[in-house]
Structures are given as structure tokens and as C-alpha cells.
């Protein structure tokens, strides 16, 4: 079953512009994290929040979750060129090491 | 160093052929994962190890055969697959809580005809 559900499927926007993605997910969890993946490449942590908390930030990230409506939001701030990339949340609900990740929302920063 | 590394980068195999997919990190993680990912689609979780014991199978058809031999390597061995097998297999560490904050290979890209 699908754990983590991402919307949009794909956003383009300009360098400049703040870029939101939004993660929903369905049981109860310990953290939320978000990952990055350029383009045939492996994936990359960026940040990760946990159920204790509302919000996060890394750099130009921020993230927020909403345990109670079991939704996560990743902002880009002044996104680049190179943001391009394809964007996961990914979850471990029974926190047993299965990182299941969501369908991915798929980022393009035109110069 | 903070890689993991995975050999080849490519694979092209026949339905017959066994090979052996490689991942490396000397970071001193204890968890090491295999995941498969199709295009446009997320990874998939094949196989946990944690301490060089597989803690988690997803149920993966035993023509893909893991194998820990110590806590900096894992191999994925590969026999008789199909061609719907063919996909982008990475390979990730971990050093904290099992499933948090994962190290990524590049991966490998498999092709089997």
C-alpha cells in the first residue's frame, strides 16, 4: 500500500520563485523525511522532522508537518537551476528500517 | 569519506547470466539497504541488513540473492532474471536509527534482455 502521496506530480517554475510540495501519508508515524534525486542519480537526504515537531529548517528548505492531518510540506525558497531535481517523502511507520517513500513530485527550475 | 559506491554503473545481462551488483561505504554505518527503482516511479525497498544480518526480505523473487559479507559490503547476486527486472538498483546506508537518514549510491542501471 501507498504511504506517502505527493502532490503536485510535477511543478515548473522560475529561478527566483519559492517552489511547495506537499507529502500526505496515511498511519501514524515517528518522522518524515525528504529526499532529492537528480536525474538517473541516487537519492539525497535533506532534512528530516519528527512527529514532535511542526517545523524545520535547512538552508533554503523548510518543512513543515501536521501530524493531525497527516500531511508534510517541503518549500524551497529562491529556487535555482539547479533545484531541478525529482522530490520524495519518505516514511517508516513501524520504524523497523522500511523507508517507504512516495510517489515524488517532480521539480523544474527554468533559468 | 562519505560515499557509498556502487560498481558497475552498468549492466547488461541475458535471461541466463548471473552477476553480481557490488555497494561499498566505510563510514561505519550498520544498516545497508537495496532498493529498486523503475523509471518515473519511487524506490522500492528489496532488502534491510542490519549489523550484517537481513532484517527485512520485501518478499523479492529469490532469483535476486543478497549477501553481507561484512558490515562495509553488500552484493546483490542475480540470476536467471527477467526482463521486467531491468531497472536503476540502489544501494543505501545508514548510521543512526534504522531507516533514517539514508546514504545513497548512484546506483546501478540493469538491462536484461
Known amino acids: 500500500s501507498q504511504q506517502g502521496e505527493e502532490d503536485p506530480q510535477a511543478l515548473s517554475i522560475q529561478e527566483g520563485e519559492n517552489a511547495t510540495m506537499n507529502c500526505s501519508y496515511k498511519t501514524s508515524i515517528n518522522n518524515l523525511q525528504w529526499y532529492r534525486q537528480n536525474s538517473g542519480r541516487g537519492l539525497v537526504h535533506l532534512i528530516l522532522i519528527r512527529s514532535n515537531e511542526r517545523e524545520k529548517h535547512s538552508g533554503r528548505l523548510r518543512v513543515t508537518l501536521d501530524t493531525s492531518k497527516k500531511s508534510s510540506s517541503l518549500l524551497i525558497t529562491a529556487s535555482r537551476a539547479a533545484d531541478t531535481a525529482s522530490y520524495f517523502c519518505a516514511t517508516d511507520p513501524n520504524q523497523g528500517g522500511k523507508l517507504i517513500f512516495g510517489q515524488g513530485t517532480e521539480l523544474s527550475v527554468k533559468p | 569519506d562519505t560515499e557509498v559506491t556502487q560498481t558497475p554503473k552498468h549492466l547488461v545481462m541475458g535471461m541466463t547470466n548471473k552477476k553480481s551488483l557490488k555497494c561499498e561505504q566505510h563510514?561505519?554505518?550498520?544498516?545497508m539497504y537495496w532498493y529498486k527503482q523503475k523509471a518515473k516511479k519511487p524506490p522500492e525497498l528489496m532488502f534491510v541488513?542490519?549489523?550484517?544480518?537481513?532484517?527485512i526480505n520485501e518478499s523479492v523473487p529469490s532469483r535476486f540473492s543478497p549477501e553481507c559479507p561484512n558490515s562495509s559490503l553488500l552484493n546483490l547476486h542475480l540470476h536467471a532474471l527477467q526482463p521486467e527486472d531491468s531497472a536503476l538498483y540502489l544501494c543505501?546506508?545508514?548510521?543512526?536509527?534504522?531507516?533514517?537518514?539514508?546514504?545513497f549510491g548512484s546506483g546501478t542501471q540493469l538491462s536484461v534482455l
Open positions: 563510514m561505519g554505518h550498520r544498516a
Open positions: 541488513y542490519s549489523y550484517e544480518k537481513l532484517s
Open positions: 543505501a546506508s545508514s548510521q543512526e536509527r534504522l531507516g533514517e537518514k539514508l546514504f
